[in-house]
């Protein structure tokens, strides 16, 4: 029996079990991935306490930060979680089931993909969603990112480090990095950005040799290259919480309160997976935090009762 179990390896994830150790709950920790979406860049310039360090780095900082305090940790998939008539929560993986008196759905998101012909085809033959995985096998080549978000230029930026060529292509009318990041953009001669474009193929049989455009580009709706990198966002991983009758927004985001709670006393959410609109670590942790004082509250606060079943 655990007083709260997180769903989720990432930051927010682990964050908040330091916060719920340090209040002394019993947690675990349950994540397929280590570290999760923030140790795909090389460059994080924006936690506070830290001016320059790589996405790993910091998740491996707060995971041992975690890990300082009594934290359970498994590595697996939560499969299914189901709440009891006593308000008890089975969380249950590919490896056992968790009893919980409280819940954090700290899952994230996954990639959006790229819906479009030759996308499925290509996938890992020149289709990436990884700049800091698959970079160095772009060296002196041409490739494109598609997006316009801050981690679009990011990995428009990591990547002309390789390449001979970046684009940067996005539907909109104006890419919206942090301002820090639209500079460093504007100063890379190897990063060309193409606005008011859609991708809408991706070209190639063994290996990806171009994209075609719905907009004519220098006179030309094909472009040439080697790569292709997306970056245009994420889905959430909520689909535990609605099965648990956790409401979320249109957008699939868990709907929270400024303290972290969901709909459903006991279970809690924050970070990527939650319907805030500004999505960094710092705002992750800072909701894990939130949430695992509401679980300290709530586990106080909730008489549980075991009924004995002879
Ligand atoms: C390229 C890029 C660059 C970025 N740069 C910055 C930056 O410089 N600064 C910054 O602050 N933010 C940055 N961000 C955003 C930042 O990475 C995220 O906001 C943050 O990592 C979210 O953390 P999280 O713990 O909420 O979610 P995640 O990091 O996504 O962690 C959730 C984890 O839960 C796992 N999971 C989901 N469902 C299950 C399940 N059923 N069972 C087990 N595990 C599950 C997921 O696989 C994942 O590992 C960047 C993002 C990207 C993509």
Same mark, same amino acid.
């Given at each position: 029996? &655990?007083?709260?179990? !997180? ?6 994830? &682990?964050?908040?079990?330091?916060? #719920? #150790? ?5 947690? #675990? ?11 795909? =860049?090389?460059?994080?310039?924006? &936690? ?9 780095? *910091?998740?491996?900082?707060? @995971? ?10 498994? =590595? ?12 008890? +929560?089975?969380?249950?993986?590919? $490896?056992?089931? &968790?009893?919980?008196?409280?819940? *954090? +759905? ?7 993909? *790229? ?12 289709v990436s969603y990884c700049a800091l995985c698959d970079a160095p096998l772009f060296k002196d080549k041409v490739v494109s990112v598609v997006g316009g978000s801050d981690s679009a230029a990011k990995e428009a930026l990591l990547l002309a480090k390789y390449c001979s060529k970046v684009? *940067? !292509?996005?539907? @909109? #009318? ?19 950005? !193409?606005? /008011? ?17 719905? /907009? ?18 994420? !889905? ?14 249109? $957008? ?10 969901? /709909?459903?006393p006991g279970i809690f959410a924050a970070g990527d997976v939650v319907d805030t609109e500004f999505k960094q670590a710092i705002t992750g942790v800072a909701e894990g935090v939130h949430a695992a004082y509401q679980a300290y509250r709530y586990v106080n606060e909730t008489e549980f ?6």
């Amino acid at each position: 029996m &655990y007083d709260l179990v !997180i769903i989720g390896s990432g930051v927010t994830g &682990y964050g908040a079990a330091m916060y #719920a #150790a340090r209040l002394e709950l019993s947690v #675990a920790v349950i994540g397929d991935v280590d570290g999760g979406t923030i140790t795909l =860049t090389d460059d994080v310039a924006n &936690y506070p306490g830290f001016k320059q360090l790589t996405g790993t780095e *910091l998740a491996n900082q707060i @995971k041992n930060h975690a890990e300082a305090y009594p934290v359970y940790i498994e =590595t697996g998939t939560v499969t299914d979680v189901i709440k009891d008539e006593q308000n008890f +929560f089975y969380v249950i993986t590919d $490896k056992k089931t &968790y009893l919980a008196k409280s819940v *954090l +759905f700290a899952s994230g998101m996954k990639e959006r993909e *790229l819906e479009v012909p030759g996308h499925d085809e290509l996938r890992n033959k020149g289709v990436s969603y990884c700049a800091l995985c698959d970079a160095p096998l772009f060296k002196d080549k041409v490739v494109s990112v598609v997006g316009g978000s801050d981690s679009a230029a990011k990995e428009a930026l990591l990547l002309a480090k390789y390449c001979s060529k970046v684009y *940067l !292509i996005y539907r @909109k #009318a104006k890419i919206r990095p942090e301002p820090i990041n639209a500079r460093r953009i504007e100063k890379e001669s190897k990063v060309e950005v !193409i606005t /008011n474009t859609n991708v809408t193929e991706i070209l190639g049989t063994d290996k990806v040799t171009g994209v075609k455009l719905d /907009n004519p580009y220098n006179g030309s709706d094909h472009l040439a290259m080697d790569g292709i990198f997306i970056a245009i966002g994420g !889905i959430p991983y909520s689909q535990l919480a609605v099965q648990l009758g956790v409401e979320v927004n249109e $957008k699939n985001e868990i709907i929270i309160d400024r303290s972290s709670r969901t /709909n459903i006393p006991g279970i809690f959410a924050a970070g990527d997976v939650v319907d805030t609109e500004f999505k960094q670590a710092i705002t992750g942790v800072a909701e894990g935090v939130h949430a695992a004082y509401q679980a300290y509250r709530y586990v106080n606060e909730t008489e549980f009762v075991i009924s004995c079943v002879d």
